[in-house]
């Protein structure tokens, strides 16, 4: 089946410097990722949608300057949370879509990366 | 607007039945989704509906209505492993999912 990797699974970071969350489809060619923030008892939020090969599409109230996506290749979308704050301090999560996959369309998630700003 | 709504929490017994409803409002519709997500862990794919009717699948089942925009997912013979949230989610005519906050379930022995 679909397998997406997520790394790190937890970072701890001072605030004010920069963190990079990578996000590997290992057995397929993702050409779409979504990239999720969670919050303690809350559901999924959509940050941004990575294409590869284009820019991401951010979803509003998003600081594209603050979160910069890349999706140079087909298996590879990375995050970068730039100058973190602790309010930054949440769950993030991908999650690649399999080209030509049945029913459920191929949505597959990550592990997660659990980021805390102090 | 899209809308998802799901219970915030339930409560159940190991061993008993439980059913887990989902109201949606989307901007088109392309299918209904409930994956299961364990604290701290990333969500983990239950089930997909694009037509009316019940879908089985081991323990857990799904139910769709696309005319009352309902969707439940049932769990049978609860394990106290089934403690977790439940998120249902809409995927609309852009082909992007819409989360529902979630509803933890509670599994009591």
């Known amino acids: 089946g679909a397998v997406v990797s997520q790394h790190p699974s937890w970072v701890i970071c001072k605030s004010g410097t920069s963190v990079k969350i990578e996000c590997r489809s290992l057995?397929?060619?993702?050409?779409?990722m979504f990239w999720y923030r969670q919050f303690p008892k809350q559901s999924l939020m959509l940050m941004a949608t990575?294409?590869?090969?284009?820019?991401?599409?951010?979803e509003q109230g998003v600081e594209k300057d603050k979160f910069l996506i890349n999706h140079a290749s087909l298996t590879l979308s990375t995050l970068t949370v730039t100058s973190a704050h602790p309010e930054d301090s949440s769950f993030y999560i991908c999650?690649?879509?399999?080209?030509?996959?049945?029913?459920?369309?191929?949505?597959?998630f990550g592990s997660g990366t659990r980021l805390t700003v102090v | 607007g899209q809308n998802i709504d799901q219970p915030t929490e339930m409560t159940a017994t190991e061993g008993a039945i439980v059913q887990i409803n989902c109201t949606y409002q989307?901007?088109?519709?392309?299918?209904l989704f409930w994956y299961q997500q364990h604290a701290g862990e990333a969500p983990t794919f239950l089930s997909y509906?694009?037509l009316d009717g019940l879908e089985e699948k081991g323990r857990f089942s799904s139910f769709l209505s696309r005319s009352k925009g309902y969707s439940y997912l049932l769990l049978k013979e609860l394990q106290m492993k089934d403690s977790a949230s439940y998120l249902c989610a809409g995927m609309d005519s852009n082909y992007q999912l819409i989360w529902g906050a979630g509803t933890k379930l509670i599994i009591k022995p």
């Open positions: 057995d397929f060619q993702a050409t779409t």
């Open positions: 989307t901007s088109g519709f392309n299918g």
């Open positions: 990575s294409n590869e090969g284009s820019k991401a599409t951010y």
């Open positions: 999650s690649a879509r399999r080209p030509g996959e049945g029913a459920n369309y191929g949505y597959t």
């Open positions: 509906n694009v």
